[in-house]
């Protein structure tokens, strides 16, 4: 049965793309499992989002894959601040090698 | 601006540059809000979430207002007022309601936004457990679903805790309950333990 609605090839390639990615293997630990919260296609694209462990702090990761050949087109990180209100927006492709 | 869901606003986000933005375009990430489409007070739409009740964990407090995010992923605002009952093992006040606290509140959705809780209940519990010791100041619980001894839950006893038996009046007599009968207890969570405060516990023998 597949995920997030989606065919088992798709998953494949789009998590498989975001697990083989430097910004990825950088920041696995930090995340508060390896499994995706979500996943979902937009415009070719495919999209990975996962929950950051930072105790009461919340944070999200979203990777962006391209759905053809499963590379990395971005990551980002948001934080929303603790009222609510505003979320950060940090590009993790930035700092990845 | 209208509305969005999670998965188009984290779409329209990361695809974005780097920065901050507003919780004011999050659309679905925080409570929807009110309009003359909205369903009847109580009654949930169907397949979808009902507007009269949130729960999730609490990830900031500003004054009276708690920053929490939902099982579903959704970020919501819930305003205590001065009205809203707390309960936290007992009824208690916002003094004693701290960041990492779970909570499923009851209430009505705000025009801006945010959730107006009614009642709010937080750390609380409702669970099938096996008795496997009792100690003056605590009970060791297995819980019923699981049929090992690894993952026991450490219950605390605290003024509040009962014992209704056979639908008894409650009793703060612990002494009747025995090793190896199934509880139904409630009471509060340590949060991120194994640990809890036991206020009600429902004993068939």
Known sequence: MAAWGLAPDVVRTVVGGTKRSPVYRGIRAQLSSPCPTDVWIEDRRGFVQYELEQGPHLAWVVFVVDLHGGDLVTAKCLCPDDAGEQITVTDLTASAV | ?205
């Open chain 2, 1 to 205: 601006m209208s509305q969005v869901n999670r998965r188009e606003f984290l779409t329209r986000t990361v695809l974005s540059g780097a920065g901050v933005v507003s919780a004011a375009s999050l659309g679905q990430l925080v409570a929807p809000a009110v309009d003359a489409a909205s369903p009847v007070p109580g009654e949930a739409e169907q397949g979808g979430r009902n507007p009269n009740f949130a729960e999730g964990k609490i990830i900031g407090i500003n004054g009276s207002v708690l920053t929490a995010q939902s099982s579903q992923l959704l970020v919501q605002r819930i305003q205590i007022t001065n009205s809203t009952r707390i309960w936290k093992v007992r009824d208690t006040t916002l003094d004693n309601v701290q960041v990492n606290d779970r909570f499923y509140a009851r209430g009505v959705p705000g025009s801006d936004g945010t959730f107006i809780a009614e009642t709010i209940w937080v750390n609380i519990v409702n669970i099938h457990t096996v008795l496997a010791s009792v100690a003056s100041d605590r009970l060791i619980l297995n819980q019923a679903h699981l049929h090992q001894t690894g993952d026991q839950l450490i219950g605390h006893i605290v003024p509040e805790t009962v014992v209704i038996r056979n639908l008894a009046p409650p009793t703060h007599d612990l002494s009747q309950l025995k090793v190896g009968s199934h509880l139904q207890i409630i009471g509060a969570w340590h949060p991120d333990t194994n640990e809890i405060d036991v206020v009600k516990i429902f004993s068939a023998v």
